[in-house]
């Protein structure tokens, strides 16, 4: 994805991360990384997928995105239980620069602390921590 | 540059920088300085002391071996562009360097049956450590399930990394009696279990025996999903299966016998070859090809994201030390014996032994430890003890083999002397150590207890 983007639905993480709920079922959540964070990484050539069951722990590292030269931890925008994983992602692991929100999505848990929600940013408030 | 830092001398340097309280303020207590000639003088009656393999017949073995380094390799290794850089910090300058390292990976692959290899680790012993923690990494499991017949200094460095990692070591013992010598394959399945991390066993193992490698990685699978992981002699590559068609998930060792001199125990390489799905949990460098923007045929390092300078504390290994240069040697070698010449050293090998094997044993106070098939090394059990027998064998000029129970301090190793052959000991040479362990074994058993 060549442009800046932050879509103005998700929930975003100062470790530049977004999470998704929707109002269909608001007990799940999807998650991923932001348009900021694939573009300091560069090309994404793995992406080790965390095991369904796991749980993650809102600002704790969950799993780890590598590119070329680099490995980054993936923070956790909220705590819960993964459900499911993006399987699409271990052999095609571009799709996280390509559609970092859409066909990029990570993992899916289950929400443990709706009000951990409160916690998160805006789009606009996101950017703006980039925009400095 | 004194003056450019506005400093009047060194010696002020020191004062400025360093608490008079803790400054020594005097000469340090060294010798006179000697002349080039008399360090020279002195240096040689030093190693003058050691007794090098060029010096005595020798049978040692135990993990290091005495094979013949042809010329070629020094003459290569010499040369300034192997010899003289150190790692080189942005790779892809040193294509000659990196092809090198994937021409090894490529001859590691292929004699070891197993898809993927690094660049070398630095030795044998620590290679099979790096293969438990590539397990743990894996799948976070607690115990490591280990055969007696792993070197002795194999184990110690398991018990090392397992302690570090507060994981639980289950040694596993050989076979006893007519069938002894070999991993006990009840106790093997026994030992394995749901959260056996690794199964680890030696190929031949530390007593020279065959194993049956296909049964213990079979056995191991079925008992659990451990990492499968041999310790592996090179030079028998050549007329054992290989581990990658026996079922070993990991094959892992010491690299000295390929193309590398005993020295002094060392510098060596090991090396460390695994199946693809490991790649990502493998230590040590790995040399990729690929293309440039020309379309040309090229080499680069990758897989960077497991090693330290980008991962740190949860890099894939803590070991820094490159020993490209032996792993060099290695694969000259290699390339000089040829597919057909490691065949035809490791039918030798096979013949040879088992011709010294057989003389010795025939000699009164001589038994074989084992009955089990060998290929490069054999235990005996002698009547006398070990570290007076070689002593007199010794004074003859003849090095009869390690004895075992001085090198692994246990008890049940006492009397047993471990033998190697190698293309340099003719069958001469053979006739002669039997002739002199005869006398030598004779006159201990002859000596009155004191």
């Given at each position: 994805m060549a442009e800046a983007s932050y879509p103005e639905d998700l929930l975003y993480h100062p470790e530049h991360d977004w999470?998704?709920?929707?109002?269909?079922?608001?007990?799940?959540?999807?998650?991923?990384?932001?348009?900021?964070?694939?573009?300091?990484?560069?090309?994404?050539?793995?992406?080790?997928?965390?095991?369904?069951?796991?749980?993650?722990?809102?600002?704790?590292?969950?799993?780890?995105?590598?590119?070329v030269k680099a490995v980054s931890d993936v923070i956790a925008p909220l705590s819960g239980e993964i459900v499911e994983v993006n399987e699409a992602l271990a052999d095609d692991p571009q799709k996280i620069n390509e559609d970092p929100y859409g066909e990029g999505w990570l993992v899916k848990v289950r929400i443990a602390d709706p009000a951990e929600r409160e916690q998160l940013m805006d789009a606009r408030a996101y950017a703006a921590t980039l925009g400095g | 540059?004194?003056?450019?830092?506005?400093?009047?001398?060194?010696?002020?340097?020191?004062?400025?920088?360093?608490?008079?309280?803790?400054?020594?303020?005097?000469?340090?207590?060294?010798?006179?300085?000697?002349?080039?000639?008399?360090?020279?003088?002195?240096?040689?009656?030093?190693?003058a002391r050691n007794v090098s393999a060029e010096d005595e017949l020798s049978f040692l073995g135990a993990g290091m071996y005495d094979h013949y380094v042809p010329a070629l390799i020094d003459m290569l290794m010499e040369r300034s562009e192997f010899l003289t850089p150190y790692t080189p910090y942005q790779p892809e300058i040193s294509q000659g360097g990196l092809q090198v390292m994937f021409e090894y990976q490529t001859a590691i692959s292929e004699l070891t049956g197993l898809p993927v290899s690094n660049a070398s680790t630095y030795e044998g012993p620590s290679a099979v450590a790096a293969a438990a923690y590539l397990a743990k990494l894996h799948n976070s499991k607690r115990r490591l399930v280990i055969s007696a017949g792993l070197h002795p200094h194999t184990i110690e460095t398991l018990r090392t990394l397992a302690h570090g990692y507060g994981m639980e070591v289950v040694l596993v013992a050989l076979t006893s009696g007519s069938a002894g010598g070999v991993t006990d394959p009840d106790a093997w399945a026994g030992a394995i279990d749901d959260d056996t991390s690794a199964a680890i066993f030696a190929q031949p193992n530390f007593y020279g025996a065959v194993e049956d490698a296909a049964a213990l990685s079979a056995a191991a699978k079925d008992a659990g999903e451990p990492v499968v992981v041999a310790q592996v002699d090179p030079i028998t590559l050549g007329i054992l299966q290989p581990p990658g068609a026996c079922g070993v998930d990991v094959a892992v060792g010491e690299g000295q016998p390929l193309g590398n001199r005993l020295d002094f125990g060392g510098p060596s390489f090991g090396f460390f070859a695994a199946r693809e799905e490991y790649l990502r949990r493998m230590p040590g460098r790995i040399a990729g090809e690929t293309v440039d923007v020309d379309g040309r045929r090229g080499f680069v390092l990758t897989l960077q994201t497991r090693e330290q300078?980008?991962?740190?504390?949860?890099?894939?290994?803590?070991?820094?030390?490159?020993?490209?240069?032996?792993?060099?040697?290695?694969?000259?070698?290699?390339?000089?014996?040829?597919?057909?010449?490691?065949?035809?050293?490791?039918?030798?090998?096979?013949?040879?032994?088992?011709?010294?094997?057989?003389?010795?044993?025939?000699?009164?106070?001589?038994?074989?430890?084992?009955?089990?098939?060998?290929?490069?090394?054999?235990a005996l059990r002698l009547d006398a003890d070990v570290a007076a027998v070689r002593g007199r064998c010794l004074a003859q000029g003849v090095n009869p083999g390690v004895d075992v129970h001085a090198l692994s301090g246990r008890d049940e190793d006492r009397g047993v002397l471990l033998v190697a052959i190698t293309e340099r000991r003719s069958?001469?040479?053979i006739d002669r150590l039997a002739e002199v362990l005869q006398a030598a074994v004779a006159s201990e058993r002859q000596a009155v207890p004191a």
């Open positions: 999470a998704r709920i929707d109002a269909a079922d608001p007990a799940v959540a999807t998650l991923g990384i932001t348009w900021y964070a694939q573009d300091s990484l560069g090309e994404v050539v793995f992406f080790d997928l965390p095991a369904v069951g796991a749980s993650v722990s809102k600002d704790a590292s969950y799993a780890e995105v590598e590119s | 540059m004194l003056a450019a830092i506005g400093v009047s001398s060194v010696q002020e340097i020191f004062e400025r920088q360093i608490p008079e309280g803790v400054r020594l303020g005097r000469e340090l207590d060294l010798p006179q300085g000697l002349s080039e000639q008399e360090v020279f003088a002195h240096l040689s009656q030093l190693a300078h980008i991962r740190r504390e949860k890099a894939t290994s803590n070991i820094c030390t490159a020993q490209a240069l032996n792993a060099l040697a290695g694969v000259v070698y290699l390339a000089w014996l040829g597919r057909r010449g490691i065949v035809e050293l490791g039918e030798l090998l096979l013949s040879r032994t088992h011709y010294a094997r057989e003389q010795l044993a025939a000699l009164a106070g001589v038994e074989k430890l084992h009955e089990q098939p060998v290929v490069r090394e054999f069958r001469a040479d």
